[in-house]
């Protein structure tokens, strides 16, 4: 079982392109490749890896909200931004959401 969810996993990161950008950023990219993307606004997040991420404190599944680009805990009310197609699950980096909903309602009355 572990090892179809490893793969599948891996299947996932190679078609966002992950390991594409993790190259980069240790400077092993290859030129051509830096000439394909120029111009090309960031990749976006791809959905399919909501199958393999949790929340890091709650361990609950996360939601994709595309119009603020994050992914969302309902249940903590804490949203992880995504950053170039690639989610930063640093508990620090998470904005609270339910804190916002109070504010709007109170600034609607």
Same mark, same amino acid.
């Given at each position: 079982?572990?090892?179809? =969810?490893? $793969?599948?996993?891996? !299947? *996932?990161? /190679?078609?966002?392109?992950? +390991?594409?950008?993790?190259?980069? =950023?240790? $400077?092993?990219?290859? !030129? *051509?490749? /830096?000439?394909?993307?120029? +111009?090309?606004?960031?990749?976006?997040?791809?959905?399919?890896?909501?199958?393999?991420?949790?929340?890091?404190?709650?361990?609950?599944?996360?939601?994709?909200?595309?119009?603020?680009?994050?992914?969302?805990?309902?249940?903590?009310?804490?949203?992880?931004?995504?950053?170039?197609?690639?989610?930063?699950?640093?508990?620090?980096?998470?904005?609270?959401?339910?804190?916002?909903?109070?504010?709007?309602?109170?600034?609607?009355?």
């Amino acid at each position: 079982m572990l090892s179809g =969810a490893r $793969g599948r996993l891996a !299947s *996932a990161l /190679r078609a966002s392109g992950v +390991g594409r950008r993790c190259l980069h =950023a240790t $400077g092993s990219r290859p !030129s *051509a490749d /830096r000439s394909e993307r120029a +111009g090309q606004p960031p990749s976006a997040f791809d959905p399919a890896l909501l199958e393999f991420l949790v929340c890091p404190l709650s361990k609950k599944p996360l939601r994709y909200e595309a119009s603020t680009n994050e992914l969302i805990n309902e249940e903590l009310g804490i949203a992880y931004p995504i950053i170039d197609g690639i989610p930063n699950m640093i508990p620090q980096a998470a904005r609270m959401t339910h804190q916002d909903k109070k504010q709007e309602e109170t600034e609607q009355h």
